[in-house]
């Protein structure tokens, strides 16, 4: 059972905008670290995509944008494209286990 | 240009130990830490722990406590992970992952956590 939950799956249509959700709590997203987004196409090592500070590596698209609210971060893409199929994992630091923590991972099909 | 390169995937027996490395080139190797991930086959990214390279210090997940020994050789810029007493679940991708934040010459800054840039990957196969 991952600290940090996100949705097993998300799906949307090329041009479409997704959103994929994070949820922690009080010991983690809540008490104000940083959440980190990553990208990893299968069969392939994860790439940083973004940083809820709203840093982002240079080469990644504007397309990929990240928020917090609360106990809670979200990743959302704009204009959909099938080259972002893959799965995205959030991560975390927690202070009740005193280190950081992946998200269970969300799979993006683009239909 | 930053690379990290990992050693090649390996067949273990069960109650064996595996020792993975990561060589680094293309930036100050003391100067940013290294975090180790495990990803279980059809499973997500998961967090084993973090070693300082200039002052050989470590911190693990707890998950991973007592079977897993991060160390570094600073003449070779490299980082390994030891990972001990294996058994058939523990079959699994290990990644090095070079921490983004640049913590001066000194250490005096702090990890932020993020991982920058990532090897590509060291496939172990528990089997007996």
């Known amino acids: 059972q991952s600290v940090l939950t996100q949705p097993p799956s998300v799906s949307g249509a090329p041009g479409q905008r997704v959103t994929i959700s994070c949820t922690g709590s009080?010991?983690?997203?809540?008490?104000?670290?940083?959440v980190n987004w990553y990208q990893q196409v299968p069969g392939t090592a994860p790439k940083f995509l973004i940083s809820?500070?709203?840093h982002r590596p240079s080469g990644v698209s504007g397309r990929f944008s990240a928020s917090r609210s609360d106990t809670s971060a979200s990743l959302t893409i704009t204009g959909l494209q099938a080259e972002d199929e893959a799965f995205y994992s959030c991560?975390?630091?927690?202070?009740?286990?005193?280190?950081?923590?992946f998200g269970g991972g969300t799979k993006l099909t683009v239909l | 240009q930053v690379q990290l390169v990992q050693s090649g995937a390996e067949v273990m027996k069960p109650g064996a130990s595996v020792k993975v490395s990561c060589k680094t080139s293309?930036?100050?190797?003391?100067?940013?830490?290294m975090h180790w991930v495990r990803q279980v086959p059809g499973k997500g990214l998961e967090w084993m722990g973090i070693?300082?390279?200039?002052?050989?210090?470590?911190t693990y997940a707890q998950k991973f406590r007592g079977r897993v020994t991060m160390t570094r050789d600073t003449s070779t810029n490299t980082v390994y992970m030891e990972w001990g007493s294996l058994s058939s679940d523990d079959t699994a991708v290990f990644y090095c992952?070079?921490?983004?934040?640049?913590?001066?010459?000194?250490?005096?800054?702090?990890?932020?956590?993020?991982?920058?840039?990532w090897g590509q990957g060291t496939l172990i196969t528990v089997s007996s």
């Open positions: 293309g930036y100050t190797f003391t100067r940013h830490y």
């Open positions: 992952g070079r921490d983004s934040n640049d913590v001066g010459y000194y250490g005096s800054g702090s990890p932020s956590g993020s991982i920058d840039y």
């Open positions: 070693i300082y390279p200039s002052g050989g210090s470590t």
């Open positions: 809820s500070n709203t």
């Open positions: 991560q975390s630091y927690d202070n009740s286990l005193s280190h950081w923590v």
């Open positions: 009080r010991s983690n997203i809540g008490a104000g670290y940083d």
